[in-house]
């Protein structure tokens, strides 16, 4: 076991995402002079998990996947010390050390938890057959780009997703058949009310997507150059080239030591980003925040948030005060010249309604005389003006007002929910 | 991106650039108040537009019409020769042909239907712009013929002639000294944005604003009282106010004695008019009627706003009008600073601070040596009051019965049928002309039914003469060559002049001897206003003066300010006109006809201003019509539409006795329940239809545009507009 | 460069000549599919007699902590270091809509090719001396081009104007 200087004050950042980049532009900018090091399993720089699919659908080039530029860049930029393909065995709290994969000791004075989550894929047989996809990582995005070459022609899609809807997409403009499965009984399951869905649905099927909603997979078995895919209740297998699961991703923590610091689904964290274990933050896909909806902790996995409680972390590591309350869980996909849009809880409500001209969707959830959910169609221009609706209503001093005018904002928010409710 | 690329990009005028800034007038709407145009040209080409700081009126801004000429300047719809019609009336068959033989076959029509008919059968109107009116009504005289005619027989005139009844000579609101202003029926904010402006800054310096206004409108809005009244109630709730201000002594005592005629009787008459009363009539509660007369006759100086068109496109505006006027003469503000105050028009009904001989240009021949104008039999009263121009309400009547004489031709610039109640019915009028002739800038569908047809060119591609209150003056020069082959309707009036013959000196002399000749006792010259492209102000403006009826006595048969009009005593037996402003509710409505109102509940309401529109002059413009997409639609309450089962962008039909129009449904609170209001003009949707050709105002010869009735049927989806 | 363009709603009467000034600056065709890059919203509102009517000139607010740029999966979104305002890289959208959801002004809108189209502050014009142009022609002086302090002053100074007012106001009556 080597070991690097303990004398100096270290920073250690486990994970190479945009949450960890946040951090260290804020240690940075708040003048924090301490040693950075930054920990990644693979030696991609930055990228954004979401562009997967744009870039699989031959929509950007490699290059762009990586916003941030390259790790060299980042390391000149901030003086980081990057150490890659050395993903972290052990975080020891007590000691106060990382310990990687290849036996590095890293000493830490206050350390970062940015370590992501990965695709989830259901214990099923035949589900590690070499044509089975995920789609998350870069080299999940270069493996579904070379398969495509094989020039596939039905593909399942495993999981109704905002992930699952992109695939279809790129498959569907690619001239591929698709079959979309999700063992709920709609589309969008945790985002779309089912009136919501059904409007989705209906384009889905006029853009000649088969949906398989409300069974599950039971089991994939290759066949030939292809798979068959097997589900609950039925005995007709569906025959495919290719699958891609998209059920969900989950918070990676197999280094973290539950018992000394809280986790749930994700690690938890207050409003500072600090976890319960003092110097140890966590920030992005595994940080679990408030649901400012629910007050519960909840990982809300959007490329925002992650900057957000990256940045907010970084602050407070540095010595300054920051926080972010929370956030809501909200998302926007712009797919075959559609767009969904789900903010907030659709499924408890006590008041609901609903604006649909053929055109436009629109629906509001209320709880308590609040604002707390809303699914669109088609009405891109109203989300950002709910979506602060819900917040406002949620939150009176929240920092993305910071600068706005919220006179201004207020009559915007009244002026649609009028709207709605007179329609 | 280099320097001169940003440069470019932001369109920054210099040398880097090559762009150049020249400067013009806007003429697309045409209030008096013309905006200031700072054109950015590259290459001979207008690549954008802004307000010129130097305009005292505009002071750098525009509105959105103003802000859209680049598009109206460069629209496809353009018309770019003369054309001659080769197809049947109205299908819109052209052929180019040459100004000369354009010009010279008008000239030839003109002169052979002058020898056989008589000059008084040639017609000559004018529609928008506004700049070349002296022009044209020196040009019909100078012909010999009584008959011109302007828009303003729907707009203006009639405000007009209600307050020559009352005083003689109208007063304008000095707003910026006023500490009350009543504006009655205005909405400067989408239709004159200066005068917003100033009512603006007058409310922040501290001054009272009641508006009185059947719709609600940013005018309204920032008011401290809103008498929102039911629309053609006017008359009701101006004697109600008097009411008030004569039972609580708030009027001007000394005025009333020494300067009025009629005051007895006038009082005598508001005796009925109790707040209770004036809410019965008009909806507006008792309460606010007293609040607003103590408000505006409490305060040392206040002024009225009123609208050229609203309150008077009733068929009793006339006399409505004239209560409210009265109101100014009952409280002693009239021609007084921060009241209603007396500036003598310089050019084109715009004070300018300056003397001026438009008169005398204009009537080149008295009325003694024509025939009578056009209306005359009809509205004797406008006859004796209005002394531009003859009624071209009747214009559609005359020539279908060739009564009292007939008419032949028409000279038209910019004249559209669809201005007139009964549009279509005009629009068949048309047919029966031996010869028309419109200039126009746009091919209309009033265009397509004249034999020629010449191109107009915009304000930017012109010269013209304007005044402005402020004691400013300009004379614009083209800032680029006109597009096409059109030409400016001065350019084409003096051409044909020319080649009609006509024995007139100043036609013969030219425009800018013309222009040196009419401002010759102002000292100012064309080649003096020349050298100030953007305007100048007028040296030794003439200075503002309160009471000048002191000095000078009321332009009045009395002499004195007439709650009686001495004029309309003449009438009183024949016609029927009442020489006090009596109230009649409007010709069709739920008092006058309750048997048609059960068929026909909604009162129709149309033309008000739309902040992006002006007539139909940038229906044509993406950017304007940008702001008000689902158009042509009409507003209704959001109380009514449920009741109704319409919804938002429904598609309804607008029916009255005489036709139907269908439009999309835009539900609005902006509009009383009960009332259904609509925009004017629309090739898709011409609400002017819905009127018979005699729904006018017996004094003005006015159409009921602002109050009818009608009903509203959500339509069939299946019925194609 | 500090500045930004504010709005002073009491002022605004929904005339939208800040609309068609800002299309006229950008070039901005509605019939090619183009959007605007400013709104004008009116807004009703019943009161227990009739309605209450304001309104509203919107464009990008070039918010100082702008969620546009945080949401911005590509970085397409960034400061403008010259301006201080919020700028577009439209080589690096990829048009998926997450600063539509992003914006609690409802600002964003897509061009014909998808990308994010909105208000760049007239950067040029102002490099140049020049308000940008809803600024310039805004007939009601509802559109203000200045940085916080002075608009705050400005704001302050209205007040302190109203106050003055009132008291006058009042006086009047006592007397």
Sequence with gaps: ?????????????????????????????????????????????????????????????????????????????????????????????????????????????????????????????????????????????????????QKPTRVLVVGASMVGIKLVELFRAAGIDVCLADLATHLFPAAAHPDCAAVLAERLRENGVDLRFGTSLTRLEESGAGLLAYFAGDTMPERVDLAVICIGVRANTAFVDRNCIDTAAGVLVNERMETNVHGVYAAGDVAQGRNLLTGQPQIVGLWSNARYQGRTAGRNMAGE?????????????????????????????????KYWDGNHFIQLFWQEGLITGANLVDSYTSSGVIRQALIKGLQQSCVHNQGTMPLVQDLLIRKIIMEVEQA | MSDVQRLLQGKIPGAATGIEVKKSICAICDPLTQCGLDLYIQDGRIIKVEGSKENPYSKGTL??????????????????????????????????????EA????????????????????????????????????????????????????????????????????????????????????????????????????????????????????????????????PGTDGALALAIAHVIIKEK?????????????????????????????????????????????????????????????????????????????????????????????????????????????????????????????????????????????????????IRTGSPYPVKALLGFGLNYRMWPDSEGFRKSLEMLDFFVNVDIFMTDTCKYADIVLPACTSVERSELRCYGAGYIVFTQPAIAPRYQSRSDIDIIYDLA?????????????????????????????????????????????????????????????????????????????????????????????????????????ILNTGSRLPMFVHTRTFRLSWTSSLRPNFPSADMNPTDAVRLGIRQDDTIRIITPKDAVSVKANLTGMVQPGVIHMYHGHQAADVNRLFEEDYLDPLSGFPGFKSALCKVEKADERVVL | MDKTIYLDVKRCVGCGACVVACMDQNDIYPEKGQPANRRVYQIEENQDQGIDICYLSVACQHCEDSPCTMACPTGAI???????????????????????????????????EGKLQKCNLCSERVEAGLEPACVRVCPQGALIFDNANSVQSLKEAAAANNIARIIRTQGDGCN
């Design chain 1, 1 to 149: 076991m080597r070991e690097l200087s303990k004398m100096v004050k270290n920073i250690a950042i486990i994970g190479n995402g945009c949450a960890a980049v946040e951090c260290i532009k804020a240690l940075r900018e708040c003048g924090c002079n301490d040693t950075i090091h930054l920990f990644s399993d693979h030696s991609y720089p930055v990228y954004n998990p979401m562009l997967t699919t744009y870039y699989v659908a031959g929509k950007i080039d490699f290059s762009k996947l990586f916003p941030f530029g390259t790790n060299d860049e980042l390391a000149r930029t901030f003086n980081v010390r990057f150490h890659t393909r050395s993903p972290v065995m052990t975080l020891d709290t007590t000691e106060k050390v990382i310990v990687t994969a290849d036996g590095l000791a890293v000493s830490y004075d206050r350390c970062l938890i940015a370590s992501g989550a990965s695709p989830v894929r259901p214990p099923i047989e035949g589900i590690h057959s070499g044509r089975v996809y995920t789609m998350r990582t870069v080299e999940d995005a270069i493996g579904l780009k070379t398969a495509l070459e």
């Design chain 2, 63 to 100: 509105c959105s019409k103003g802000a859209s000429t680049r598009q109206y300047v460069y629209s496809d719809d353009r018309i770019q020769t003369p054309l001659k019609r080769v197809g049947p009336r109205g299908e819109g068959k052209f052929e180019p042909i040459t100004w000369d």
């Design chain 2, 103 to 230: 010009l010279d076959t008008i000239a030839s029509q003109l002169k052979q239907i002058k020898e056989q008919a008589g000059p008084e059968t040639v017609g000559f109107f004018a529609g928008y712009a506004k700049f070349f009116r002296p022009f044209l009504k020196r040009l019909a005289h100078s012909f010999g013929s009584p008959n011109y005619m302007t828009e303003s027989s729907s707009c203006y005139q009639a405000m007009s002639m209600a307050q020559k009844l009352v005083f003689g000579r109208p007063g304008g609101p000095d707003i910026m000294r006023a500490d009350c202003l009543l504006v009655w029926s205005a909405n400067p904010f989408h239709a004159n944005p200066g005068n917003g402006r100033a009512i603006q800054n007058a409310k922040e310096r501290g001054m009272k604003l009641i508006v009185v206004d059947p719709r609600v409108t940013p005018t309204s809005a920032l008011a401290d009282l809103h008498l929102q009244l039911r």
């Design chain 1, 321 to 353: 005060h920051d926080v972010f309350p929370g956030n809501i869980p909200h998302n926007i996909t712009h797919f075959m010249n559609m767009d969904f849009i789900g903010i907030g809880d659709v499924k408890n409500y006590d008041k609901m309604r």
């Design chain 3, 78 to 112: 960034r400061r403008d270091a010259a301006t201080g305002g919020v700028a577009v890289n439209k080589s690096l959208c990829i048009g998926c809509h997450s600063c539509a959801i992003a914006c609690p002004f409802g600002v964003p809108r897509y061009d014909a």
């Design chain 2, 498 to 602: 020319s080649r009609l013959g006509l024995d007139d000196p100043l036609f013969q002399a030219g425009l800018d001897a013309s222009i040196d000749w009419i401002l010759e006792p102002s000292g100012i010259t064309a080649a003096e206003l020349k050298k100030h492209p953007a305007g100048m102000f007028v040296p030794n403006p003439i200075k503002p003066q309160e009471r000048k009826y002191r000095e000078i006595d009321f332009a009045t048969l009395s002499g004195k300010m007439e709650f009686k009009s001495k004029v309309l005593e003449k009438y009183e037996d024949k016609s029927g006109h009442a020489a006090l402003p009596v109230y009649t509710p409007p010709k069709y409505s739920l008092e006058a006809t309750p048997e048609l109102a059960k068929d026909y509940p909604f």
């Design chain 2, 250 to 398: 708030l009027h001007d005592q000394d005025f009333v004695a020494s300067y009025t005629y009629g005051f007895d009787e006038y009082k005598e008459y508001v005796q009925a008019f109790t707040p209770a009363k004036g809410e019965e009539l008009t909806g507006v509660p008792a309460s606010k009627i007293q609040e607003a007369a103590r408000m505006y006759a409490s305060v040392k100086r206040a002024a009225i706003l009123p609208s050229a068109s609203s309150v008077v496109h009733h068929t009793n505006g006339v006399q409505n009008y004239r209560a409210v006027f009265a109101l100014a003469g009952l409280t002693g503000n009239y021609d007084v600073l921060g009241g209603n105050l007396v500036n003598p028009p310089s050019f084109i009904h715009t004070p300018g601070l300056i003397p001026t001989r438009e008169h005398d240009f204009v009537q080149s021949r008295p009325w003694s040596d024509m025939p009578p104008r056009i209306g005359a039999d009809r509205f004797p009263v406008w006859m004796d009051i209005i002394d531009e121009e003859a009624q071209a309400m009747h214009l559609p009547e005359q």
